[in-house]
């Protein structure tokens, strides 16, 4: 499979039969081997989110796992982040984090509630501008992009 092809409709049903009563770890484990190095885990650290990452870590210490933290996460989330990382050693774990600067223009042209005035910034896309707190950036840098 190449970087940019994605799963036709046909691949995707023969998948959902082959993998039909499997358990999770099962399609976890055919994913990572599949897509890695370019496999990402998006996390929002809830309940569920949580489990997906002790599976693929238990499948490969190694697997990218990212949030976003646009600064409104609650302190919880945090210590949540800082537990996990103790737990697993060397989870390779980013927290992405806007450009403070393009945030300002953003709230000066526009506000801070960005819902009440129906804009919409969502793109589906993760801005080359978005850096983790650990200095890399899982849309641009060497270190992430493997």
């Not at 309940?47 to 302190?75: E, N, Q, S, W």
């Not at 993760?126 to 650990?134: E, F, G, H």
Request: aromatic share 6%; with cysteine.
């Amino acid at each position: 499979m190449s970087t940019y092809e994605l799963l036709d409709e046909l691949e995707a049903g023969e998948l959902s039969i082959r993998f039909e009563g499997e358990e999770p770890q099962a399609l976890l484990e055919w994913a990572i081997e599949e897509f890695s190095p370019r496999l990402a885990i998006s996390a929002a650290f809830q309940a569920d989110d949580v489990a997906l990452i002790d599976m693929a870590y238990k499948i490969d210490p190694g697997v990218r796992i990212f949030t976003v933290d646009t600064g409104r996460l609650p302190r919880e989330t945090h210590e949540l982040i800082d537990e996990l990382r103790a737990k697993y050693s060397g989870l390779n774990l980013h927290v992405l984090e806007p450009d403070p600067a393009q945030v300002a223009r953003m709230v000066s042209r526009k506000g801070l509630d960005l819902s009440s005035s129906g804009s919409s910034t969502g793109t589906g896309r993760t801005s080359s501008t978005a850096r983790s707190s650990s200095g890399c950036c899982a849309a641009t840098c060497a270190r992430c992009s493997r």
